[in-house]
């Protein structure tokens, strides 16, 4: 399911620069320091292996997982395993933090060992290539957890679609809550998000030890927000259901519980395992309670930005207008035309499209009076 809003409210006299700086410092951060992250870790891993670490390391993991006393006569050797079965525990072992926590603390491997000197060598030259890779670094890993990089993660990405979908999404849900929450709450909503978005994922994931990257979570902050401020006013959306998709206007306050939904959905039954969808929850939550605080003390001072988007009648009367005298129907084609001036008297393009069809007869009265209303739109925009 994809559910996104339309809102279309973007003023460019008073342009959306937070969001805007946003979206150039996660391209600028991925372009700098995270290209070519994919040779890295290819280059990290063939280190592991070639260094000999993996023959010192994996068997005692073994021994470890299946109860065995470390460094027993019964224990693991590296030749009694394939490539593949080596690949499997290297990739187990990196993510289960109580070995690596015993293993740091050379409760592993002690300082009694023959193999202490060298292996202490490996795993400091293995740690130094490993942190060089900016999404191990600071992307949020629970089991390593700091404020810094619950910061730091939501502006990396794993990779070129993964920034490209979020931004897009920040755009469309940034640009609204910039203009109506002000610049300074904003931002401190962005981070907010970042920060619930890491806090719920850290409380029910606090062992992992894969980094969580993305801006993911501090969109969805924006996008509870969202849906917390428009409330009870209706917004237009774009949903896709499979290859069905359409367009709708309800109730912002109802995205939140189908958002949230969602989230749940997809953690339980999806399949896309590697995305942390108990953080875009966490966002979601964090940034609704934020979007109700604004409320509560009216914080938002533009509150008109939140106002339904009035529907537009001319537009279509227009291109209905056209399609008839496209059928050489002047007749019914004006009549449209003047239908349009009703609602909006000063609209140049029905103007326009009205003097075209009079100056067919231009002894009509309708011809004069067209052009002088035509001319007297033209001159006052020049004159603006």
Not at 136 to 153: D, I, V, W
Not at 292 to 319: G, Q
Request: net charge negative.
């Amino acid at each position: 399911m994809f559910i996104i809003p339309l809102t279309g409210k973007i003023s460019w006299r008073n342009p959306p620069i937070v969001t805007i700086g946003l979206i150039l410092l996660n391209c600028l951060v991925f372009l700098i320091f995270q290209t070519g992250e994919t040779k890295k870790h290819y280059e990290v891993s063939e280190y592991y292996f070639s260094s000999g670490l993996v023959a010192i390391e994996v068997p005692r993991y073994i021994d470890y997982r299946e109860g065995r006393l470390l460094d027993s006569s019964d224990s693991f050797h590296p030749q009694a395993l394939d490539e593949e079965t080596l690949v499997r525990f290297y990739l187990d072992m990196e993510r289960d933090y109580s070995f690596l926590k015993k293993l740091n603390n050379d409760e592993i491997i002690t300082p009694s060992n023959p193999e202490y000197a060298q292996w202490k060598f490996l795993r400091t030259e293995y740690e130094s290539k490993r942190n060089q890779i900016i999404s191990l670094r600071y992307g949020f890993r629970p089991a390593y957890g700091s404020l810094l990089t619950a910061f730091t993660y939501m502006f990396l990405h794993g990779s070129a679609g993964h920034l490209f979908g979020n931004m897009i999404f920040l755009w469309i849900v940034g640009c609204m809550l910039e203009m109506g929450l002000g610049r300074f709450l904003y931002s401190g909503l962005y981070i907010f998000g970042g920060l619930a978005a890491a806090g719920l994922f850290g409380l029910i994931y606090m062992h992992s030890t894969v980094p969580v990257v993305g801006a993911s979570g501090a969109i969805a902050g924006l996008m509870g927000a969202f849906a917390v401020l428009f409330g009870r006013k209706k917004v237009k959306i774009f949903y896709s259901l499979g290859f069905y998709f359409n367009y709708l206007k309800i109730p912002g306050i109802i995205l939140l519980p189908i958002w949230i939904g969602n989230e749940f959905f997809q953690l339980f039954f999806g399949s896309a395992r590697h995305v942390a969808y108990v953080a875009h929850i966490g966002g979601l939550m964090g940034g609704a309670l934020l979007g109700f605080i604004s409320l509560k003390f009216s914080l938002a001072f533009n509150e008109d930005v939140f106002d339904e988007v009035p529907e537009d009648e001319i537009s279509p009367l227009i291109e209905k207008a056209l399609n008839h005298i496209a059928e050489l129907d002047m007749e019914t084609g004006s009549q449209i035309l003047e239908q349009v001036l009703t609602k909006d008297p000063e609209n140049v393009d029905a103007l326009t499209h009205l003097f075209n069809i009079y100056k067919l007869d231009p002894e009509d009265e309708k011809f004069h009076k067209t052009a002088k209303k035509l001319l007297f739109q033209l001159s006052r925009s020049y004159d603006t």
